[in-house]
């Protein structure tokens, strides 16, 4: 058993604590915003994450989970620290570093022995020097010394699969430089790292950049997907068939190679654009990196464009209305960060068009995010949004979404159309129907527009 102590109750932050005081360790979650600590010390969490409630709310009760705004105590006997609070872009799109170097502070000055400070944040290259550097000097300030070790162990957790990524991570990355600290993070693991060793210990700096160019990787097979299936609807082929054609090579995989409205969430905009910004930095020109997101940004108006090809013109939208199903920027989860559905909401209105949107977790989070302006209505249900719609496009590959009642939409929306931004359906399941069907990619569909 360990003495945890994490900063920061976002979705790494509480996740990880979680998974700790799951596995036996005991564990104090620090945060700096009082209404949220006394929700979480009640069992009510702050985000829609799949099993994460209940698991909070057992820990809470079996006393191995705490959560406190009180930084100087829970800092004073935890002998592993953990830095998950957030790195906001900066204006040039490099991650701020200043709630993780004042983490770094409140360490320095509350520690009362030996520590492991270990980073979970996604920070650039060299973070984990200064953090080190911070909490030497406050430490000096208080004429202390103390052993700290100020290691990179970088997170991986996907949104939505967060509990079973954290219970069963495919790898748990430790950069540092000495082995003790090695030993003692290869026990605080221990409970996840069964059966096979996933345990990878490298420098420091390499651990730094392995998140970034995970991130930045996964996002490039996404671009290079979208980049292809715009290829393929010009020309007239089907990205779903070339989608199974290329995955079939192991050295390609299935995985990350689905077309779409683009991608969104916390981390691979972010990420992608903080990565390019270091290697500026280090005077590299970062040509393939700046190219992922370009396409991105891109992809995320295509959809608009497709709806504009159909009406022969934005211009020709003034006044239609559409049933928009999926706000998040993918499916389990209300996260709506860069999600694709801000850029289409936006688009859409823009051209004078309503929007009646649906979707099962983010209604709350949409509201915050759009405000209730004119021409934009939320609806209970994905049936309500066809109340009085011309045409439908579906945004986020919920489950719900997968199979509609075709012949529902054939008899609600006036213009019979379907927009498909996540290729959920078969083209010719839907225009059996008597609808028109637009998906990314897919040649068939294009032919009818070009
Ligand atoms: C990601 C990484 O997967 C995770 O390892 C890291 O720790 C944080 O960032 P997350 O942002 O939660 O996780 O979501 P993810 O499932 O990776 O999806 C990101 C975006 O890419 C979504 O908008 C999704 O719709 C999109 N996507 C994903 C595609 O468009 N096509 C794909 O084939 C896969």
Redesign the pocket.
Known sequence: MFRVCIFGTGYVGLVTGTCLAEVGHHVTCVDIDADKIDGLNEGRIPIYEPGLEPMVRDNVRDGRLHFTTDAAEAVSDAEVLFIAVGTPPDEDGSADLKYVLKVAETVGDNIRGSVIVANKSTVPVGTAEKVDGVIRERLAARGEEFPVEVVSNP??????AAVDDCMRPDRIIVGTRSKETADRLRQLYAPFNRNHDRLIIMDVRSAELTKYA??AM?AT??SF?NEMANVAERVGADIEMIRKGIGSDPRIGW??????A???????PKDVRALASTAREHDVEPELISAVESVNERQKKHLFELVARHYHGGENLRGKTFALWGLS??PD?DDMREASSRTLVAQLREAGASVRAYDPEAMDEARRVFGEPEGLAFCDSSEATLEGADALIVLTEWKQFRSPDFRLLARSLSDRVVFDGRNLYEPADVESMGLAYYAIGRGRSCAAVS
């Open positions: 997170e991986f957790l996907k949104e939505g995970a991130n996964l097979k996404i997907m995985h990350f190679i689905y077309p779409g683009g991608y969104g969430g916390s981390c691979f920027f993918k989860t």
